[in-house]
């Protein structure tokens, strides 16, 4: 029965994603027993070389012969001959160091690439200018990425430098490595776009670009404004200092509030009982939450900053602006603290005779991860493995250890296993996509571990080849994953089953007030003060993936 051995040869070829090594190694086995005489011994020699083709591929994943069987092997072999491009969009960001919602040059960079890729790119996602929504492919399943990519204020330090040099001073830097998050997005949305492309997959790939992370602004307003409600699932990627993923809730929620006091001026020496002082209202309102403390649940973090206070004191002020981060375990908590600073801002301005603005810069929810994403997720970065660190790299990192006044321990070298988050009081924007679709994270090894993010020393290694190897093993692991998704339909829907007994009793609404727009002016002022002088550590080389 020719036909039998036909039909399971062709199926083994066409079927992706499906094949396990021993799936592979038995077909010698199983396939005579199907066919007979004659073309027994062709179909067997064909299925054997087949085996043996595959077999040398897995051993050789750049090599071409896996690719034409497997979609996951197709996207390795894509992110291995596009390492080199990989590192250079991380470095040409890296030089770029944006603040949120400055993202200009970021944005250009991600969007031209995307769209030569052919990606259809589409700008200004939510109002925002430098948010991207890239999409490719057709039909269902519908997978989202999303990476945020911008920088930190203070952070500008050369890069492979162990001590404090600024490439211009004052200026904003990666020290953090969000400029390896768009590396990595964009590495696995070229392999996946070419397994898509060669092994005729169905599905919809969505890449967001999610603007000013480090002040937790854009997702919430995607995810208010419809731009998730087709999405199947949903993955993030973020620098870290391992290969690693983890389930259950990873962060908290958190809302960032301005309040605006207005008063009357008047001649602090010779009136100022004519005067209203805006400055006494937010110091009152700054000590008055203070005294609260004592009253609020041990869970509760809140920090503020007094971002207007006066300009001269011979005038009664008649501005004055603080500005407030609330964070609690549940989006429950967070409201009500911001419920309480409401009464706390009325009182204050009740004392002084002031009025009173407040704006909601941001509000999200807490982070966390679906257990069957999670495990998709552990897979691949069993599949991957950490990078090969030469000796130099080891050096390098105890080197930024040892100028970070941090355990020296070096790179680390192994993987991860798979975990329940512990939920850190810090928080991230991508909360609410979280409890809006199943999501998986993959932390990838483009830094170095121990060295706190923020602190200039965390930037040294976000331009050197540490980066460019933790972000390719980043971006197999997120091609991989979302690969899985989309070639095994039983897997996606163990995934939403299992989000659904996760989130039961957790209706997700947002957290942002009504009709509320994104603060798109943020960090203007500041980045225009350093942009023209950044400007002559660009790394503009051409990138194009192949
Ligand atoms: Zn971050």
Redesign the pocket.
């Known amino acids: 029965m020719p036909a039998v051995l036909g039909r399971a040869s062709t199926e083994w070829l066409k079927t992706p994603g499906r094949c396990s090594r021993s799936e592979l190694l038995v077909l010698d086995e199983r396939a005579p027993v199907e066919t007979n005489s004659g073309e027994l011994a062709l179909m067997h020699r064909f299925v054997v070389c087949c085996a043996i083709g595959v077999v040398f591929a897995l051993a050789s994943p750049d090599k071409g012969t896996l690719a034409q069987v497997d979609p996951k092997a197709t996207a390795f072999a894509a992110v291995d001959r596009n390492s080199t491009e990989i590192g250079k969009v991380g470095d040409a960001i890296f030089s770029f160091a944006e603040l949120g919602m400055q993202e200009f040059e970021t944005a250009k960079l991600c969007a031209d690439i995307l769209a030569d890729m052919g990606y259809e790119v589409e700008t200004g996602l939510s109002g925002i200018p430098t948010a991207l929504l890239a999409t490719y492919g057709s039909g269902q399943p519908v997978i989202a990425i999303h990476v ?1 990519y911008d920088a930190v204020p203070n952070g500008s330090q050369a890069a492979g430098v162990t001590e404090r040099k600024e490439l211009v001073a004052g200026a904003p830097g990666h020290a ?1 490595g ?1 400029n390896t998050n768009a590396a990595v997005w964009i590495g696995a949305a070229f392999a996946i776009k070419d397994a898509i492309e060669k092994h005729n997959l169905a599905g919809t790939i969505k890449l967001f670009s999610a603007p000013a ?1 480090e002040q937790i602004i854009s997702r919430p307003y995607f995810v208010r404004d419809g731009h998730f409600t087709d999405v199947d699932a949903a993955f993030h990627a ?1 620098v870290g200092s391992s290969l690693a993923t983890s389930y259950g809730v990873r962060q908290y929620a958190a809302m960032s509030v301005e309040y605006e006091f207005s008063g009357k001026t008047a001649h602090a020496g010779s009136s100022p009982w004519t005067g209203v002082s805006a400055v006494d209202a937010v110091k009152l309102m700054d000590l008055s939450w203070d005294v609260l403390r004592e009253h609020l649940p041990p869970t509760q973090r809140s920090h503020s900053v007094i971002t207007h206070g006066g300009i001269q004191p011979n005038v009664v002020p008649d501005y004055a602006k603080i500005w407030f981060y609330f964070r609690e375990s549940t989006y429950e908590g967070a409201r009500h603290l911001y419920e309480r600073a409401h009464q706390v801002a009325q009182g204050a301005a009740t004392m002084t005779g002031a009025t009173f603005e407040e704006h909601v810069l941001a509000a999200v929810w807490p982070t966390r991860d679906n257990r069957t994403v999670a495990e998709v997720v552990q897979s691949n970065i069993e599949l991957v493995g950490m990078p090969d660190w030469t000796a130099e790299e080891q050096a390098l990192a105890r080197r930024i250890q040892r100028a970070a006044e941090v355990e020296e321990s070096g790179l680390r070298t192994g993987t991860s296993s798979l975990s329940e988050a512990t939920q850190s009081t810090s928080s991230n924007d991508s909360g609410d996509i979280t409890w809006t679709v199943p999501h998986g994270r993959i932390t990838f090894p483009a830094n170095v571990p121990n060295v706190p993010f923020h602190h200039w020393a965390a930037a040294i290694a976000e331009a050197t080849s540490i980066a460019h190897k933790g972000s390719v093993a980043g971006a197999k692991v997120l091609a991989g994953a979302v690969i899985d998704l989309l070639t095994n339909p039983e897997l996606l829907l163990e995934a939403q089953e299992t989000f659904a007994q996760e989130v039961s009793g957790s209706a997700y609404r947002s957290l942002l007030p009504a009709g509320q727009e994104p603060p798109i002016d943020l960090n203007a002022e500041e980045m225009a003060k350093h942009r023209e002088l950044m400007k002559a550590h660009y790394q503009n080389l051409p990138i194009r993936f192949r």
């Open positions: 945020e953090e969000h992370e973020h």
